[in-house]
């Protein structure tokens, strides 16, 4: 529990695709009363009795062959059993929702009064069984154990978990205004998207939906800042041979985000200079410069009003992707 | 179990317990389940009773309902039943290392051999349709669930407990 807790605190899993057992009320409370029962008749659970049997102890056997015919019998008899079995389906809740209180509060009380019974329970085993069953011994083990979970603690009290570590870190605007990045001009953007031969190009889209689905570029995915978090959506990110481009109405937004997803480790990854609003300002509402003077407005002129035609016809063809595909997929567990 | 003193040591169970809670945090890491055992038991059961009477399994609800569940794929490949058939190959091999291999049968010293195998065989239905009931066992409910905090898990595994501090003093003569 507390190394789930840390792992999802670093960012090293995506609670979100962890299997969560249901709930189902009574039929938790009544098979688990029954399981009881049969704990103190068998002198096994199922996991326990697979491991005994397997260094051959007889009773343990016998006891597997008893739970495959449990099972059997509740197949057989699923009917009489079912409405029991499928009363009061809560859903998947965790128990800190539950009882309503945090997570960590939840995470403590466990963890203290786990110590406190294991010290109890260890103080009664030695008096039964006149055998030391250290649990509060000052042992190598022991300490070693108490100072791993104590470095957890202080690292998780002092580290920002790793979604809040990013989002912190890109709310100072001159840091991400100052931060180098890779710019794509609208021109190059122009130029890639009507060019046939270039490289793979993605443009992650960070506009709203609403925006995105009124017109969008071609090879365009909607994203979000919180999918730069979720698993599915990364693996897009991670692509290779292609560029990718960030794309927002204005800069800043997609500054933020490529900076969030290079410190992440991503790479290759664009923004486009002056966002979209300049995009659609410089090319899509391109007016032609009078009396080019140079070669260079000469060029522009030819290149943009020839780009903005192209363009405006992929955007009418293009039929938005929608957003990026989330296969937020949780495990499937449980007996 | 506790109630069997050896020559050969047993690791501390506060250590032990500490690994296998580690062990479920990588199950968890790389797989995004816990782990489990009761439900192996459950496809070895929906296995055999599907190649004896197949007409059988596909007439009843229980069988088509796991069907479903588990779409159209042999109840056999199924990641508890690889896990399982891992615990075995583990156990073995831990029970060679501490020499602790020997076909044997073992009761309470005062319990006879009658009541230990009535007790092991009722014991062993008792969690088969527990587990089911339940969702889980201890491992796949209690110890899955808690890690996670599923308020399932951790209610099956406070009636679990109830039951079985309930129950002791009625049964206490099987064990001591």
Same mark, same amino acid.
């Given at each position: 529990m507390v190394g789930v807790m840390a792992f999802v605190h670093f960012g090293?899993?995506?609670?979100?695709l962890v299997y969560i057992n249901p709930t189902f009320l009574w039929s938790a409370i009544v098979g688990g009363l029954i399981m009881g029962l049969g704990f103190v008749l068998g002198g096994f659970c199922p996991g326990t009795s697979v491991c005994a049997a397997a260094i051959g102890k007889i009773d343990a056997m016998i006891f597997i062959f008893g739970s495959f015919f449990g099972v059997l019998i509740f197949a057989e008899g699923y009917p009489a059993f079912e409405s029991l079995y499928k009363a009061?389906?809560?859903?998947?809740?965790?128990i800190f929702q539950t009882l309503n209180i945090s997570e960590n509060v939840f995470a403590f009380l466990t963890v203290f009064v786990a110590l406190v019974a294991f010290y109890f329970v260890s103080l009664i085993e030695k008096k039964v069984n006149k055998e030391e069953v250290s649990f509060?011994?000052?042992n190598k083990q022991n300490v070693l154990m108490a100072c791993f979970g104590c470095l957890l603690l202080i690292l998780s009290l002092t580290m920002t978990d790793r979604k809040s570590f990013f989002l912190k870190l890109v709310e100072d605007e001159n840091f991400v205004k100052n931060y180098p990045l890779e710019e794509m001009t609208p021109d190059e953007l122009a130029f890639r998207l009507t060019c046939q031969k270039c490289e793979q190009l993605r443009i992650i889209d960070l506009r709203n939906a609403e925006e995105y689905n009124k017109w969008s570029l071609p090879n365009s995915t909607l994203f979000t800042v919180d999918n730069l978090f979720e698993k599915e959506p990364n693996l897009f990110l991670k692509l290779k041979r292609t560029k990718r481009v960030f794309v927002a109405d204005d800069e800043m937004t997609e500054r933020k985000a490529a900076i969030m997803a290079l410190k992440m480790g991503y790479k290759e990854i664009k923004i486009l200079k002056g966002g979209l609003d300049n995009f659609t300002k410089e090319i899509l509402q391109f007016e032609p410069i009078k009396e080019p003077k140079t070669i260079d407005e000469q060029y522009r002129n030819r290149f943009r009003t020839k780009a903005k035609i192209e363009i405006a016809e992929l955007i009418k063809n293009n039929? &938005?992707?929608? &957003?990026?595909?989330?296969?937020q997929k949780r495990a499937l567990g449980g007996c | 179990m506790g109630n069997d003193m050896k020559e050969t040591k047993y690791m501390n169970p506060y250590l032990a317990g500490f690994l296998l809670g580690l062990l479920l945090l990588m199950t968890i890491y790389i797989s995004g389940r816990g782990l489990g055992a009761s439900g192996a038991i459950k496809s070895f059961t929906v296995a055999a009773v599907e190649s004896i009477a197949p007409a059988h399994t596909s007439s009843t609800k229980f069988y088509q309902e796991y069907a479903k569940e588990h779409q159209?794929?042999?109840?056999?490949?199924n990641w508890l039943v690889f896990e399982v058939i891992g615990v075995v190959i583990g156990a073995f091999l831990s029970g060679l290392i501490s020499d602790r291999l020997d076909l044997k049968f073992e009761k309470g010293p005062n319990a006879t051999n009658r009541a230990r195998w009535i007790g092991a065989i009722i014991g062993g239905i008792l969690w088969g349709v527990g587990s089911q009931l339940g969702r889980?066992?201890?491992?796949? +409910? +209690?110890l899955s669930g808690m890690a996670v905090m599923s308020t399932g898990g951790i209610l099956t595994m406070m009636a679990i407990f109830a039951g079985a501090y309930a129950f002791a003093f009625f049964f206490r003569k099987l064990w001591i």
């Open positions: 090293l899993l995506d609670i979100n009061a389906n809560l859903g998947n809740p965790r509060f011994k000052l039929k &938005p992707q929608g &957003p990026v595909e989330k296969k | 159209g794929t042999s109840p056999l490949m889980g066992c201890t491992s796949g +409910a +209690a």
